[in-house]
């Protein structure tokens, strides 16, 4: 009975029902559903078999994932490309509280979009009146994003950004990673001697009018968060009720317990989304530069005066 009730006000805070139909009128997966992790296994099972993908030339693809959208990738990418042409999806946890956070009205940044895959999942959600950033320094990950906007019919909810987000204005050495695209990032000085481009940077603060509600933020820049969140803190502070959903690994950091610190000085607490549930756990800082704990962490930062706004 006390199981039963907990699920039953778990789907009244998601707002999703476990009988939500799968496929709408039209044959796309209902991508609320995804605000329910008990339909999981029944969401990946019905993206998988509406998944399709075509061989288009020039090393690129088109391929429908999350059951709705078309979505261009490279076909010498191994990692992330191939999975969203086998599967249709990418990390279903994560895809779970981006999908809870992305409600009608709210304006969203994915930074370190990559192909777009979260990017349009939350223009999707946000819908008409909802607004979405997309950060993306790859030029040629850029240029497949912009394609996959414009065929899914998000342009007027989309705004797109070609640099890469640092503490300050300028250029940077970016290697692109051409097997593996989503690994792509900016080099440290001892890196140099690596195959790069330059790519611009910016930082938030100069890119966001002041004054603009921002309700949640992705960050998935392959090391560079501490920079992104040092030009960032106008937008931080502005925004009492932002949340943050940020991959970090400690290994990255030149000096990874101040920036946790500075983290919690902000007012955020620090949970980490476990896998595979999905749950989420409260970390300190000193839980996070655990050397057991090998490979990346993804954060869901929250103020502590609003810890109720998603489940």
Same mark, same amino acid.
């Given at each position: 009975?006390?199981?039963?009730?907990?699920?039953?006000?778990? !789907?009244?805070?998601?707002? +999703?029902q476990?009988?939500?139909? $799968?496929i709408?009128?039209?044959? /796309?997966f209902?991508? =609320?559903?995804w605000?329910?992790?008990e339909?999981?296994?029944?969401?990946?099972? #019905?993206?998988?078999s509406?998944?399709?993908?075509v %061989?288009?030339?020039?090393?690129?693809?088109?391929c !429908?994932?999350?059951g709705?959208? *078309?979505?261009?990738?490279? $076909?010498?990418?191994i /990692?992330l490309?191939?999975?969203?042409?086998?599967?249709g999806?990418?990390?279903? *946890?994560? $895809?779970?509280w981006?999908?809870?956070a992305? !409600?009608?009205?709210? $304006?969203?940044?994915?930074?370190?979009?990559?192909y777009?895959?979260?990017?349009?999942?939350?223009? &999707?959600?946000?819908?008409?009146?909802?607004k979405?950033? #997309?950060?993306?320094?790859?030029?040629?990950?850029m240029?497949?994003?912009? +394609?996959?906007i &414009?065929?899914?019919?998000?342009a007027?909810?989309?705004?797109?950004?070609?640099?890469?987000?640092?503490a300050?204005?300028g250029q940077?050495?970016f290697? =692109? /990673?051409?097997?593996?695209?989503?690994n792509? &990032?900016l080099l440290s000085a001892? +890196?140099?001697?690596?195959? &790069?481009?330059l790519?611009?940077?910016?930082?938030?603060?100069? @890119?966001?009018?002041?004054?603009?509600?921002?309700?949640?933020?992705?960050?998935?820049?392959e090391?560079?968060?501490?920079?992104f969140?040092?030009?960032?803190?106008?937008v931080? #502070?502005?925004?009492?009720?932002i949340? @943050?959903?940020m991959?970090?690994? %400690? !290994?990255r %950091?030149?000096?990874?317990?101040?920036?946790?610190t500075?983290?919690? +000085?902000?007012?955020?607490?620090?949970r980490?989304i476990t896998?595979?549930?999905?749950?989420l =756990?409260?970390?300190? *800082?000193?839980?996070?530069?655990?050397?057991?704990?090998?490979? /990346?962490r993804?954060?869901l930062?929250?103020?502590?005066a609003?810890?109720?706004?998603?489940p």
């Open positions: 009975m006390i199981n039963r009730l907990r699920q039953l006000l778990k !789907r009244l805070r998601t707002g +999703e476990a009988d939500t139909p $799968t709408d009128a039209i044959g /796309h209902v991508l =609320q559903r605000r329910n992790s339909l999981r296994a029944e969401n990946i099972k #019905a993206i998988r509406l998944c399709r993908a %061989y288009l030339g020039n090393s690129t693809a088109c !429908r994932v999350l709705r959208f *078309p979505m261009f990738v490279d $076909t010498d990418d /990692h490309g191939v999975r969203l042409q086998m599967d999806f990418w990390e279903a *946890p994560i $895809t779970e981006v999908s809870r992305a !409600r009608p009205g709210k $304006t969203m940044l994915d930074v370190g979009a990559n777009g895959y979260f990017t349009l999942l939350m223009a &999707h959600l946000v819908g008409p009146d909802g979405v950033w #997309a950060f993306e320094p790859n030029p040629r990950i240029d497949l994003l912009r +394609e996959s &414009h065929h899914s019919g998000y007027s909810r989309i705004k797109t950004k070609c640099v890469a987000l640092d300050k204005r940077l050495p290697r =692109q /990673h051409s097997t593996s695209p989503m792509a &990032h001892d +890196e140099l001697e690596q195959e &790069h481009i790519v611009k940077t910016r930082t938030l603060d100069e @890119i966001i009018p002041e004054g603009t509600q921002i309700d949640f933020i992705k960050v998935d820049i090391g560079a968060e501490r920079n969140w040092i030009g960032a803190q106008r931080i #502070a502005d925004n009492p009720a949340e @943050i959903l991959e970090v690994n %400690y !290994r %950091y030149d000096q990874p317990e101040i920036f946790f500075e983290i919690i +000085e902000n007012g955020f607490v620090l980490e896998a595979p549930s999905g749950q =756990q409260k970390v300190t *800082p000193q839980q996070l530069l655990d050397p057991a704990k090998k490979g /990346h993804m954060l930062l929250r103020r502590d609003t810890q109720q706004l998603s």
